[in-house]
């Protein structure tokens, strides 16, 4: 008669299958977003709670198809913060490692993140630091690589970037800041739309300050040297 495994075995048993249940779960997460529009994103969710009580707070978001929106916006953003989306394969290695040299020599602290790494991370996860979260943060990240084409990265993005407070998306954005649909967006307002991303509950698209001003303009003259929107057609 052959002996019952020890609860030893059995908990390394089990153990053994939390990766392959994790690579499941989070694969589910993903893949179906190739082709269905996320409701909402773990920032929103986020934002959302951190309003309760807040007076006259109010999350805006509408979503809109990559072709619904000018297609300004999508090159302002690549060439304002991932001049090499359509090369890369989710990380900018050379960015990655000006940012380290900085950091290191007590410069201002720089991020290095591509435009796929802040899908994976407004999408899925939280905002701060942290090994943990930067190493899941890498792993959506090569998930959506994997299983959407940049053309949809991009998408996702410009419907769930924050660009005010409680202000999500192109279609929010372009309501809330210019009265006007996404569609309709001109190459200078998706430069300032992109100049306030890294922080949009400091900088505003709508009365845009010295820095944003000066921002928006090296975006357009990137944008322009780039290509224009041109430069993603080829590679989506």
Same mark, same amino acid.
């Given at each position: 008669?052959?002996?019952?495994?020890?609860?030893?075995?059995?908990? $390394?048993?089990?153990?053994?299958? $939390?990766?392959?249940?994790?690579?499941?779960?989070?694969?589910?997460?993903?893949?179906?977003?190739?082709?269905?529009?996320?409701?909402?994103?773990?920032?929103?969710?986020?934002?959302?709670?951190?309003?309760?009580?807040?007076?006259?707070?109010?999350?805006?978001?509408?979503?809109?198809? /990559?072709?619904?929106?000018?297609?300004?916006?999508?090159?302002?953003?690549?060439?304002?913060?991932?001049?090499?989306?359509?090369?890369?394969?989710?990380?900018?290695?050379?960015?990655?490692?000006?940012?380290?040299?900085?950091?290191?020599?007590?410069?201002?602290?720089?991020?290095?993140?591509?435009?796929?790494?802040?899908?994976?991370?407004?999408?899925?996860?939280?905002?701060?630091?942290?090994?943990?979260?930067?190493?899941?943060?890498?792993?959506? %990240?090569?998930?959506?690589?994997?299983?959407?084409?940049?053309?949809?990265?991009?998408?996702?993005?410009?419907?769930?970037?924050?660009?005010?407070?409680?202000? /999500?998306?192109?279609?929010?954005?372009?309501?809330?800041?210019?009265?006007?649909?996404?569609?309709?967006?001109?190459?200078?307002?998706?430069?300032?739309?992109?100049?306030? $991303?890294?922080?949009?509950?400091?900088?505003?698209?709508?009365?845009?300050?010295?820095?944003?001003?000066?921002?928006?303009?090296?975006?357009?003259?990137?944008?322009?040297?780039?290509?224009?929107?041109?430069?993603?057609?080829? %590679?989506?």
């Amino acid at each position: 008669m052959t002996p019952e495994p020890s609860r030893f075995r059995r908990w $390394l048993r089990r153990l053994l299958w $939390l990766p392959v249940v994790f690579v499941s779960v989070t694969f589910l997460q993903v893949a179906p977003l190739r082709f269905v529009d996320p409701p909402t994103s773990a920032f929103m969710l986020w934002r959302q709670v951190d309003g309760l009580g807040e007076e006259g707070f109010s999350l805006r978001q509408e979503w809109r198809d /990559y072709d619904e929106i000018s297609a300004y916006l999508p090159i302002s953003v690549v060439a304002a913060e991932d001049q090499k989306f359509p090369q890369h394969h989710g990380f900018d290695l050379e960015a990655i490692d000006k940012a380290l040299a900085s950091n290191a020599e007590g410069g201002r602290v720089r991020g290095g993140s591509t435009i796929s790494q802040q899908v994976a991370k407004n999408l899925y996860l939280w905002s701060g630091g942290g090994y943990f979260r930067k190493a899941l943060e890498a792993w959506y %990240t090569v998930l959506i690589e994997l299983t959407w084409p940049k053309q949809r990265i991009l998408e996702v993005y410009v419907n769930i970037a924050e660009f005010g407070d409680g202000v /999500y998306g192109a279609e929010a954005a372009a309501q809330a800041f210019f009265n006007k649909p996404a569609s309709a967006l001109t190459a200078a307002e998706c430069a300032r739309l992109a100049a306030v $991303l890294p922080n949009p509950k400091r900088y505003s698209a709508r009365s845009p300050g010295p820095y944003v001003q000066r921002r928006a303009a090296w975006i357009q003259r990137n944008a322009r040297n780039l290509g224009g929107p041109a430069y993603l057609d080829p %590679t989506l």
